[in-house]
Structure formats: structure tokens, C-alpha cells
């Protein structure tokens, strides 16, 4: 299948929740926020990045995103 040719070329992370089907996204918004505890505690410094795709590809037709990925 297509998305096992992927997951060969681009290892998913163990961590993933997100355009897959898996449970877990409460585990790591909990991972989280012990992590933003311990570095409040700490008095550390923390810089988190989230990245919102939700539009990245609107503007490709979906059909030449299949065809290049099956290619």
C-alpha cells in the first residue's frame, strides 16, 4: 500500500498523532504539560513550536499530490 511505502522512506515518529489513526493525543498533551511544570520549576527556558499544516497544500490539486507520491 501507499502508506506503507511511506512509512519505509519516512519512519514515523513513535510520538505521532496527527494523519494518523492512533489513540494517544491525551498522552502527550499530558507529556507537555509535565514537561512546561518541570521547566517552570527549574526556572529553564523552553521554546515549543506547533506547525499547522491545515492549508499547506489547498492550493496543489490533490490528484497531482497522489500521482507524484505513488511515482
Known amino acids: 500500500t501507499l502508506m506503507a511505502r511511506l512509512t519505509k ?3 514515523i515518529n513513535p510520538r ?3 494523519f494518523i ?3 494517544g493525543g491525551s498522552e502527550n498533551l499530558k507529556l ?3 514537561l512546561v511544570k518541570q521547566v517552570k520549576k527549574e526556572h529553564k527556558e523552553l521554546g515549543i513550536v506547533f506547525v499547522d ?4 497544500f489547498d492550493t496543489i490539486c490533490h490528484q497531482h499530490i497522489i500521482m ?3 511515482q
Open 32 to 34: 507537555l504539560q509535565l
Open 68 to 70: 507524484d507520491l505513488m
Open 21 to 23: 489513526c492512533a489513540a
Open 16 to 18: 505521532q498523532r496527527g
Open 9 to 11: 522512506v519516512c519512519p
Open 53 to 56: 499544516i491545515t492549508k499547506a
